[in-house]
């Protein structure tokens, strides 16, 4: 393997920018910081065992898969068709992507999927971590090219097989609890009662150790749930992939991408109510997160009056589809 003392800059600062120049910004740094990945490995890697077509891949999801992370580390899995170990090859990919990105960005793999006898849509093939949109958040980073599209695809085959109704009424019943975070900022994390923020105070919480998550899990949750839950009832009506092979990584971007395609319920208008207090919840959030990482500091003041009329404005607009459901 060669050596490389390039490194890739850190993600930006929100507190030096706009909620919507931040949106921007962010989604612009972590595409720039996957497409310099994946080069980096493909000049360093490419004589390993994870070539374009051996059956296995690496990829990324959630916050990292829609280019909205705001963190340096990074959440990987693996797809794979066959039971080969490709450990060596794995840890020397990790040592690269860390060398490459001049800090700890791979951890470990948080999730292996087999194409071949996986029920993708649980989260490692346990059937009550109903998680579908890990496959459809996930964007390739190194491995055979092949294994995200078929991913994606089978997602869509067991959507509209039988289990696809009860994974989208595992959906709506996660997408409520959601909801219910929303209103009150409070969740129940290992049967306790935990406060994310507080709209009396304007105050928002961000203690990973405590299960504090600021807005992560409430509005930002409530937006990405409702969105994916209606993406599936479409494909379980429609028998159709196209819908998730087109779908653009980013929240704002798959709202458009609705909205161009004459497929959204909404209006014009709640489209851009919902996106706006999509980017400003991700800023608050990314805020919370970035003054509890550099200082310590776990409380996070908001504005009350916006942060309870965006809520309630969520609230309205999402109480109705997101998308035409053909009944």
């Known amino acids: ?4 003392y390039a490194k890739i ?3 930006p600062n929100p507190r030096n920018l706009r909620y919507d120049e931040y949106f921007s910004c ?7 910081r996957i497409n310099a ?3 980096h490995l493909f000049r360093e890697c490419s004589g390993t065992d994870l070539h374009p077509e051996c059956g296995c891949t690496l990829a990324i999801t959630g916050s990292d898969g829609r280019l909205e992370n705001g963190k340096a580390k990074m959440g990987f899995m693996l797809y794979t068709e066959h039971f080969t170990d490709f450990e060596p090859e794995l840890e020397m990919v990790k040592k690269t992507i860390n060398g490459y990105g001049g800090g700890e960005v791979f951890e470990d793999i948080k999730e292996i999927k087999n194409l071949n006898c996986d029920i993708l849509s649980y989260f490692r093939n346990e059937k009550d971590r ?9 964007l390739y980073i190194f491995g055979d090219v092949s294994l995200v599209k078929k991913a994606k695809r089978k997602i869509c085959e067991e959507i509209g097989g039988k289990e696809g109704k009860r994974i989208i009424e595992r959906l709506t019943k996660r997408r409520a609890e959601y909801r219910k975070v929303m209103l009150s900022g409070e969740q129940r994390f290992r049967n306790r ?3 994310h923020y507080s709209l009396e105070e304007g105050v928002s919480y961000y203690n990973p150790a405590e299960g504090q998550a600021s807005f992560k899990y409430g509005p930002l949750r409530f937006v990405q749930q409702s969105l994916v839950r209606d993406i599936l009832r479409m494909v379980r009506r429609k028998r159709g992939w196209e ?4 779908l653009p990584c980013d929240t704002k971007s798959r709202f458009m991408y609705f909205e161009s395609e004459s497929l959204s319920n909404l209006s014009k208008s709640e489209i851009s109510d919902i996106v706006d207090s999509y980017m400003y919840f991700l800023w608050n959030y990314h805020v919370s997160q970035w003054i509890a990482e550099k200082s310590g500091v776990t409380e996070t003041e908001f504005d009350r009056s916006e942060v309870r009329e965006r809520i309630n404005s969520l609230n309205r607009i999402l109480s109705k589809p997101v998308l035409k459901i053909q009944t």
């Not at 393997?1 to 490389?4: L, V």
């Not at 109903?130 to 996930?138: H, M």
């Open 37 to 39: 990945l994946r080069s």
């Open 26 to 32: 962010n989604v612009n740094y972590n595409r720039s």
């Open 130 to 138: 109903v998680f579908p949109s890990r496959v459809i958040d996930s």
């Open 193 to 195: 009662s935990v406060r």
């Open 9 to 11: 800059f850190g993600p």
């Open 1 to 4: 393997m060669k050596n490389s």
């Open 243 to 246: 819908i998730i092979k087109y």
